[in-house]
């Protein structure tokens, strides 16, 4: 797995992938941080009155959290089907608009069956975004620089839990100041409002296609339509792999779908885990946080995630995505999360988590170069959407399978070596994927070698 550039870079090259990473890689990374954001609200209220509000059990709320990954999984992929027919800049402003009113619907939630609903309704109404929102990055970036784009993109979802954890917290610290609203509703109205505003902007702001941006210089146009077109050419010659048929029928697209479960997966297990840890805490300690303290311990894994990301995939982006760019990360992480639970010290089980966050963050970015190198058009489209969506399905079955693990064994011992093994298994099939890959590569280098000596000895 390589993508590094065979030649420099040129100065015009350069310019042109600068503007795109100060002018649309920012703005996409806030919609996905208010994306991030708006689904995981309700495990900032939960603890914080709207549990107690709404007369909600364990069950039920786990309940809702879950329900919104079914809407979510349903539409996964026609949603970036219509992002592929009606262009990236209308659908995901339009995704965005509409979850942002879904959003905030929950302000004035009244019981668990409208709590079901919405969730259900948000799930439906972010269906899409995620995959569309790399494929439409995928668009104007050659491969050779898509890691470091992806990373700077990707930098918004260990930062909405730095930023986001806080921020929470402390609309949920201003209770009754407007309208007399609880803390927690003040909080689903402040986190809401900004995904409306935002996905307005998004509907003049991005442009679907180099041609369009006028902020390129037309050498700047003329360099990226040419590099991506003879991109789009090579990978449709390669195989034909532009329909939607192929991604589904694809074994290479279901297996990237298996790695990609067992990162989120780990994903999901560590934001289940981590509100346990600090509840730990504080039983030790005989203490209490209040929900912004709480906020910023949550966050103190994600500053290293962060900055492991950037360096990880500047290494990436330098030498090529090679395949220990995605498999050392996962095993690292299959090693540190069962190890949590056997440090000796908060400090110590702290350290021990950032360890897992930082791998998890430093191979997602990479692991998404990987699907657009063989798909293209409509089975570009397809095939990310696909591969979310089954990452997808770890976010709705971890904290399951996590509780209920826990509950037949009395710890969280056999659930997070469960969550190693799940990494591990992404690691594996990585490394099986790229010998597979490097296998196919020299049979087919030696293909057209046989057929000209078989030709000279005629």
Known sequence: MDTRPTTEANPIARSAIRKVAVRLVPFVALMFFINYLDRTAIGFAAPNGMNTDLALSAAQFGFASGVFFIGYIILEVPSNLALHRFGARRWLARIMVSWGIVALLFTWVQNFEQLVALRFLLGVAEAGFFPGAILFLSMWVPAAYRSRILMLFYLAQPLTTVIGAPLAGALIQQHGVFF?????????????????????????????????????????????????DAEKVETGAAAKHTSVKFAFKSGRVWVLSLVYFGFIYGLYALAFFLPTIIKGFQDAAGT????????LITAIPYVPAAIAMYFWSRDASKRGVKTWHIAIPAVVGAVTIPLALYAGSPAATIAVIALTAMSIFAALPNFWTLPTRFLTGAAAAAGVALINTIGNIAGFSAPYITGAVHDWTGGYQVPMILVGVFMLLSAVLVVSLARRDAKLRATAAVAPQTDAVEENAR
């Open 180 to 228: 007399g609203l609880e803390g927690w509703r003040f909080m689903y109205f402040g986190v809401a409002i900004p995904a409306i505003v935002v996905g307005v902007i998004a509907w003049f702001y991005l442009k679907d296609k180099p041609t369009d941006a006028k902020w390129l210089t037309r050498d700047e146009q003329s360099w990226l339509t040419t590099a991506l």
């Open 288 to 295: 209490k946080f209040d929900v912004f303290q709480t906020g």
